[in-house]
């Protein structure tokens, strides 16, 4: 029952912990005290050393961790054409802590003519072992749209959505097929968004604000399409869901449930990371929509504290899921990345390693070689 395609057994998200060295380096480079090469150069041999880790745990995908973003979202989105970061009035608000005040909003034509990730993806597939997929990951679309909604959205250039949203799945488009381009076979969307339409305070805000939470997943669900549409045969991508994750906090809570149908049925990727370590994400009943030939990587693991989860309950929570959707369409991961923003979520490098190894051992058992 082995995997030679992603998503494999025992895989993992995307972000890690920044390194001491790293962290001390992009302060350096906040206060001007070194210049942007030498932060480059720490950067890769920071990237260098991580993906060695990932290998010798075991993990068979591998990633940069995320050491060049500041955060998983606007580093990407700001460097669309007709994209711009700035200073917003306050942060994302999470449970009792609030993210840097940043936003991004669009202030002409969408689309995609480059973007300085393609080289950070270059750089990770150069230094791969043998063995090992590198994945790239990146925001899905509808991150554009969800967090500044209307508002974030130039009425001159679009005076309406339906455009944006053509657009941005053009610019989109532009974005994947480059990754292919560069040799990516495995690309992963983070869009959290599905996630917080399960919850009603978040649709309620939608509604404050002038969205309409019920039409929001099949507007999202065309995004993506025609944000992957054309993809080579072989390009496996994957989406990440989650319900926040910045400092070891959250924003929503809410079952899969009531977007189910269309995460599963109607959006045109191979497979789905999905938050499954706490009760806020209710129960597995909804994995009984997925389709065969779809992959669900079950977040059983956190990264939101240090704790080592048994492999007891691990392999009990993968018994229980099994219920809803055969054992061969499953896989084992974090619930999220461990470091979504720079600043990373309250535990240790150890403990962040020791629950990658955990993973690889439990998935092992129960599917053979991981």
């Not at 936003?103 to 689309?111: A, M, T, Y």
Request: hydrophobic residues 35%.
């Amino acid at each position: 029952m082995q995997r030679t395609t992603p998503p494999f057994r025992a895989d993992h998200v995307g972000s890690l912990l920044r390194s001491p060295e790293l962290r001390a380096a992009r302060e350096r480079r906040e206060r001007g005290e070194i210049g942007a090469d030498e932060l480059r150069v720490i950067e890769d041999e920071a990237i260098v050393s991580l993906i060695g880790k990932q290998a010798s745990v075991g993990l068979r995908s591998a990633t940069d961790g995320e050491y060049r973003r500041a955060m998983w979202h606007f580093d990407f989105l700001e460097q669309l054409d007709g994209c711009e970061g700035y200073t917003a009035d306050h942060g994302i608000a999470f449970k009792g802590i609030q993210t840097k005040a940043k936003g991004v909003r669009v202030i002409g034509k969408l689309g995609f003519s480059g973007h300085p990730m393609l080289d950070h993806f270059r750089f990770l597939k150069a230094h791969v072992a043998p063995g090992q997929t590198p994945k790239m990951t990146i925001p899905s679309p509808s991150v554009l749209h969800f967090r500044g909604g209307r508002k974030a959205v130039s009425q001159e250039i679009y005076p309406e959505m339906g455009d944006f949203y053509a657009d941005l799945g053009r610019a989109y488009n532009g974005a994947v097929h480059a990754f292919a381009d560069l040799g990516c076979r495995y690309l992963q969307l983070d869009e959290v968004n599905l996630a917080y339409l399960c919850d009603e305070e978040q649709r309620q805000q939608l509604r404050d604000r002038g969205d309409d939470p019920d039409a929001l997943p099949g507007i999202y669900a065309d995004l993506i399409n025609a944000a992957v549409a054309g993809r080579p045969d072989d390009m496996v991508i994957t989406m990440h869901l989650c319900r926040g994750n910045f400092r070891s906090s959250w924003i929503a809570q809410g079952g899969y449930e009531p977007v189910a149908e269309i995460l599963f049925n109607q959006i045109n990727v191979n497979g789905y990371f999905m938050e499954f370590d706490t009760d806020r994400a209710g129960t597995f009943e909804p994995l009984r929509f997925v389709p065969k030939g779809k992959t669900v990587v079950l977040g059983l693991v956190t990264s939101k504290t240090g704790e080592l989860e048994s492999k007891e309950t691990l392999k009990r929570r993968i018994d229980e899921a099994a219920k809803f959707i055969p054992l061969d369409q499953l896989c084992l991961s974090p619930q999220c990345g461990f470091a979504s923003t720079e600043e990373g979520n309250v535990l240790s490098e150890q403990q962040q390693w020791d629950k990658l190894a955990r993973i690889v051992e439990v998935a092992n058992e129960v599917w053979g070689n991981a």
